[in-house]
């Protein structure tokens, strides 16, 4: 990954303050690749309307909204989110990449992943398991002293140099000389709030759009309490299915094991072959303590860590690990602990001296100077104090802060979006008036209720409110009508396939709050009748009076 600047990856950590910008505002102003495609297109594309095994994620739609805003090149937001999420081979074309090897042409061959190796001294204690045998049999003093060292030997794995043959398109084509990614995807219960997971998994999406062509291969963890397994995108398949379950996903456990995440990912990219000089990109809006010492020697110096920071969570540290800090110089930073430990051997040789004096003189200045140590002190406690939950800022070596969105403002509707709401309920009452309306029209029906529902439940404007209450009525009538005109279908055997109807129970699964709330529940029940091929007279029953509440 680079900077926005397009420097070398290899430069400085880049590190972002926090953005003093929002989305709000901003979704009627992107230009971007959403302009031309449908909603409902978008939705399917990301697993959203077919083979749902659960109720979706609430304000799923919103991914939609904010991945138009970070779409928008001009979006400050976009702009400071850059940093974070380009890839260090973005700013080099294929020619130039071509160019650097031109000195080891005769050196590429086409190598499996995994069977290319190259002997280097451990770089942190992690690679102690890995170190070559032989060293075991080496005298106790003498391997010890090489492990202090790390001057023990063991196999790295190097990526090996595979030219594929390129292909025309912007799709998605991995090979072993494009960049690798750990994505580590925050899914704890703070998530939830001010749609903080929605935002996330809309940077996911934008990032794995954006890089397409870029990108060699993509990994991902999950973590909250605890890490979550390791899902991969080595083909055109598994990248659109990864795609899927990003979009899916929904916040799990209480407890933030960012450290342990980290860990985790770092091991991964050791372990496996196929991740040699990965990078990690980390989503959060965790302020969690870390153990700085600990993770600069998991990451060493070959894994680069890229943060983005999520609304503005704090957290505080207690006093047991001030006192920690202060008396047993354990903070876990080095240099802070090196402090630590010189204030307190002064402090105790000034006490051991103020026992000792006998004069005045000498027992006044004694004193001043333990006031000067215990202000010292004080200071650093007000630094641990600073400084605790925030370590991530100063592990990663690009790190960017963006605020809460402020929904009502980032929903708020203008009238060229009004408009272009009303066209795709225009399209939408057009492909439900056509008769037998079909199982994959109901569903994209369903999603557009719950678009237009997600929308109506963040306005301020009674205008607006009222505005999205009648397109989302018109839709329900359609909808409602539809379904209860193919009754005689409905009761045969291939008119909804048992899929068709678990996907529209999902889809329908937050109760709507507009005018004809009770036709879609009762709709819902009828679905769940239909799983029973025996209630014929039941379900008729059913169709018949709602006939009369879906046209009266």
């Given at each position: ?360 003189d000498e027992i006044r200045i004694v004193k001043q100077q333990l006031r000067e140590v215990e202000s010292a002190r004080a200071e650093v406690s007000d630094n641990l104090r600073a400084g605790y939950g925030h370590e991530i800022k100063s592990l990663a070596d690009v790190y960017v802060e963006v605020p809460d969105i402020d929904a009502r403002r980032m929903f708020a509707l203008d ?138």
């Amino acid at each position: 990954m680079s900077d926005a600047s397009g420097s070398s990856s290899d430069l400085a950590p880049v590190t972002s303050s926090f953005v003093d910008a929002s989305l709000e505002g901003s979704v009627d102003e992107a230009a971007n690749a959403f302009a031309d495609v449908s909603f409902v297109d978008i939705m399917d594309s990301l697993g959203l309307l077919r083979d749902l095994d659960d109720d979706l994620p609430p304000g799923f739609s919103a991914v939609f909204e904010l991945a138009r805003v970070l779409d928008d090149p001009n979006n400050e937001v976009a702009k400071a989110l850059s940093p974070a999420l380009a890839l260090a081979s973005s700013d080099r074309s294929g020619d130039d990449k071509l160019e650097a090897h031109d000195d080891h042409e005769a050196q590429w061959y086409e190598v499996a992943a995994g069977e290319q190796y190259e002997a280097e001294f451990i770089r942190s204690l992690s690679d102690v398991p890995y170190v070559y045998a032989w060293q075991h049999l080496l005298p106790e003093a003498v391997f010890m002293r090489r492990l202090a060292q790390r001057r023990l030997w063991f196999p790295m794995p190097k990526s090996p140099r595979i030219e594929s043959v390129h292909e025309d398109g912007d799709g998605f084509a991995p090979n072993e000389a494009k960049q690798k990614v750990m994505i580590l995807l925050d899914t704890s219960a703070s998530m939830a709030s001010r749609y903080r997971f929605v935002y996330s998994k809309a940077i996911v999406l934008h990032f794995l759009r954006r890089n397409l062509e870029e990108l060699g291969h993509v990994f991902m963890r999950t973590f909250d309490s605890e890490v979550g397994e390791l899902e991969t995108a080595r083909t055109k398949d598994e990248y659109d299915r990864l795609m899927r379950v990003v979009s899916r996903q929904k916040t799990l456990g209480n407890g933030t094991c960012m450290e342990k995440a980290i860990v985790t990912a770092c091991e991964d990219i050791r372990r496996q072959p196929l991740l040699c000089d990965a990078e990690i990109l980390l989503i959060t809006d965790g302020a969690v303590h870390l153990n700085v010492e600990h993770l600069e020697e998991v990451l060493g110096t070959d894994i680069r860590l890229h943060c983005v920071k999520i609304g503005d969570t704090a957290v505080w540290a207690p006093d047991w690990y001030l006192k920690d800090s202060l008396e047993m110089a354990n903070s876990g930073d080095e240099a802070l602990d090196r402090t630590i430990r010189h204030l307190n051997e002064r402090a105790a040789l000034l006490e051991k001296g103020l026992a000792e004096s006998r004069r005045p003189d000498e027992i006044r200045i004694v004193k001043q100077q333990l006031r000067e140590v215990e202000s010292a002190r004080a200071e650093v406690s007000d630094n641990l104090r600073a400084g605790y939950g925030h370590e991530i800022k100063s592990l990663a070596d690009v790190y960017v802060e963006v605020p809460d969105i402020d929904a009502r403002r980032m929903f708020a509707l203008d009238p060229e979006r009004l408009a272009s709401l009303r066209k795709m309920v225009a399209r939408m009452l057009a492909e439900l008036a056509s008769r037998p309306t079909t199982a994959d029209s109901l569903k994209r029906a369903a999603l557009v209720l719950a678009h237009l529902q997600m929308l109506a439940d963040e306005q301020a404007d009674g205008k607006e409110l009222e505005e999205l209450q009648a397109l989302a009525g018109e839709v329900e009538a359609e909808f409602a009508s539809a379904f209860v005109d193919t009754e005689e279908r409905m009761l045969e055997v291939g008119m909804m396939s048992r899929g068709d109807r678990k996907d529209l129970r999902m889809l329908l699964g937050r109760p709507l709050r507009m005018r004809r709330r009770s036709v879609i529940l009762w709709i819902k029940k009828v679905l769940k009748a239909l799983k029973h091929r025996g209630r014929r007279k039941r379900l008729r029953g059913f169709l018949q009076r709602a006939k009369r509440r879906a046209r009266g």
